[in-house]
């Protein structure tokens, strides 16, 4: 990008033909969006892409979301679409939602700051859909604003920070949320929240059944737990695996028990706080119930060994799936 500072205009609706050009020759445009307002650049396009960069002084190690205007369109930046992808999609977009995927080779590295992931959006305003549909490509954009500022909802805001950097920022008024999308991370085992946004974790939980927040903690839904809810402590309880996923989880939530078969309890290390449930099905039956109500009253996160492959232990485990939701670590 030149260093010459350009004519900035402030247009309306009636500008998305040009905004849509300028994009296709490979220029910058600010838009407005349901969340804050967006500097963008055609994802497919490197040196495009790295005029953002230049225009935000952002760091080149910060990754940008690239937004479509529908789902058919997601598949030529993104390597592989998981089935709980097109779920949240089918309740959150377009919407404040930005979904973490392995990115498509197509994609230049510059847009996903050289990593091999890309976060993607659908974004709930007319403008930016009709911008982006227009273009004909993924649109690259960050907030408009300059980094380290607060992110604009005006587009008062964007002149502010980009005139005589961009050539057009399209008016849209007000910004509906006002503050940037939810970013959820789908890469990982359990999908992560990398930003709390205006898609909360529990309006996520009836479709992820399990997410682990912002803070890096666990959070499991509560629905399927509730529809049994005489089995049901009154604190998360999951389901573990194996001794080492039982730790795991047990590492990431202050105040948990690990609840299990004298010989699950033998490999953890004695440090771990644990309960026994006894050793034989019928040890376990008799305890499991008293067990659990005792343990939620001390205890805000149970970790119980899954009995899910064990036959002999089938009515206690017929129980403890609806303690856990079914929730399995
Ligand atoms: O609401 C929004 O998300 C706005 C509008 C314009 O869509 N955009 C926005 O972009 O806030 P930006 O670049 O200001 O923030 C994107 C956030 C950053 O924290 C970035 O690190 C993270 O998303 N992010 C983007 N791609 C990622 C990836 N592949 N992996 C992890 N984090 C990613
Ligand atoms: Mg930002």
Redesign the pocket.
């Known amino acids: 990008m030149s260093l010459d500072r350009i004519n900035t205009v402030v247009g309306g609706a009636e500008y998305i033909d040009e905004g849509a050009r300028i994009l296709r020759a490979g220029g910058l445009v600010a838009f407005p969006?349901e969340?804050?307002y967006?500097l963008g650049a055609d994802a497919f396009n490197p040196e495009a892409v790295l005029n953002i960069f230049k225009a935000k002084g952002r760091p080149q190690d910060?990754?940008?979301?690239v937004?479509y205007a529908s789902v058919e369109d997601v598949k030529g930046a993104v390597s592989h679409i998981p089935d709980v992808a097109y779920k949240l999609w089918e309740t959150f977009s377009p919407g404040?939602l930005?979904l973490?995927l392995p990115k498509s080779d197509a994609l230049p590295l510059v847009t996903?700051a050289g990593?091999n992931?890309?976060?993607i959006?659908i974004?709930n305003h007319p403008v930016a859909l009709e911008l982006i549909k227009k273009s004909g490509t993924g649109i690259a954009?960050?907030?408009a604003n300059t980094s380290g500022r607060v992110?604009p909802t005006l587009s008062a805001h964007v002149y502010e920070d980009m005139q005589g950097k961009i050539p057009l920022i399209l008016e849209g008024g007000q910004t509906d949320i006002g503050i940037?999308?939810t970013?959820l991370?789908l890469t990982k085992d359990t999908p992560i929240v990398?930003?709390p946004g205006a898609v909360t974790i529990e309006m996520l939980l009836p479709v992820l059944g399990k997410v682990i927040n912002h803070k890096g903690e666990v959070v499991v839904a509560e629905s399927p737990g509730m529809k049994y809810k005489h089995y049901a402590p009154t604190c998360p309880c999951v389901g573990a695996k194996s001794v080492e996923s039982a730790l795991r989880v047990y590492s990431e939530n202050p105040g948990a028990v690990i609840v299990g078969r004298d010989s699950f309890l033998s490999a953890l290390p004695n440090s771990v706080t644990a309960r026994s449930l006894g050793e034989s099905p019928k040890e376990c039956m008799r305890s499991v119930f008293s067990l659990l109500r005792e343990l939620e009253k001390d205890y805000s996160y149970i970790i119980i060994e899954d009995f899910s492959d064990k036959e002999e232990y089938f009515a206690l485990y017929n129980r403890l799936k609806k303690t856990t939701g079914g929730v399995l670590v």
């Open positions: 969006t969340t804050v967006g910060n990754p940008l979301i937004h404040p930005t973490v996903t990593i992931t890309v976060g959006r974004p954009a960050p907030s992110s940037e999308s970013v991370d990398l930003r």
